[in-house]
């Protein structure tokens, strides 16, 4: 079953490098090190879900094991109003180490996706590409903390725009900690404040889905 699923993505992994340009994945990839807790510091993206989003949008956590397969399982945890939400996605190996297959399991749409450059301790460039009619291409930078230094910013920055993202494609990801501590402490203090006082700036129904996996670089 998993020869035969795997079968099936190569062709398109196929098909997708027929018609563009093949993009770096990080040499000598070692996952082991690649593994473990990153922050979503920024990402680029033409798909439409993005542009509607990104006002609301905030920093989110993404954290990465590896299964029993030797695949990437990947949990991202982001805010969603009040509270925190914890989506995960699966990263199929290929042959080619640092390059993964994704499966939207809502689409079913395949998805290239490619560790560009990483040094692991410090951050990571991710990019993905969709098989489809729409060619939906998504950039993403992980940090190990909060913070980068303005190079890698703009190593992420020169990366979108190379692969065919506008500046308005581009969005760096307000972080969300500050607020998240006032709102427990607002919790231990005042049990009922909270339902008066909003804590995140999100409307009643929005949700900030913060490209952490993948969920962290895809919303599909």
Not at 74 to 82: A, E, M, Q, W
Not at 89 to 107: D, K
Not at 122 to 132: D, I, M, T, V
């Amino acid at each position: 079953m998993r020869t035969q699923f795997f079968s099936v993505l190569a062709l398109t992994l196929g098909c997708l490098s027929q018609v563009q340009a093949e993009v770096a994945v990080q040499p000598d990839f070692q996952q082991d090190q690649f593994t473990g807790k990153w922050y979503s510091i920024a990402l680029g993206s033409n798909a439409r879900w993005f542009k509607d989003k990104k006002q609301v949008m905030k920093m989110c956590t993404t954290v990465v094991v590896t299964t029993e397969d030797g695949d990437l399982d990947v949990t991202s945890t982001y805010p969603k109003l009040n509270e925190c939400e914890t989506r995960k996605s699966l990263f199929v190996r290929t042959e080619q180490p640092g390059r993964f297959l994704y499966t939207s399991p809502r689409s079913g749409n395949h998805h290239d996706v490619r560790v560009v450059e990483t040094n692991y301790d410090e951050y990571a460039l991710l990019y993905a590409k969709e098989q489809n009619m729409k060619k939906l291409t998504m950039v993403t930078l992980y940090g190990r903390s909060k913070e980068l230094s303005p190079e890698l910013r703009e190593k992420f920055t020169q990366l979108a725009l190379a692969e065919g993202l506008g500046n308005e494609d581009i969005l760096f990801l307000p972080s969300t900690a500050p607020r998240l501590k006032i709102q427990v402490l607002l919790r231990a203090r005042k049990p009922h404040f909270l339902t008066r006082l909003p804590i995140l700036d999100f409307s009643s129904t929005d949700v900030a889905p913060v490209p952490c996996s993948a969920k962290s670089i895809f919303h599909l």
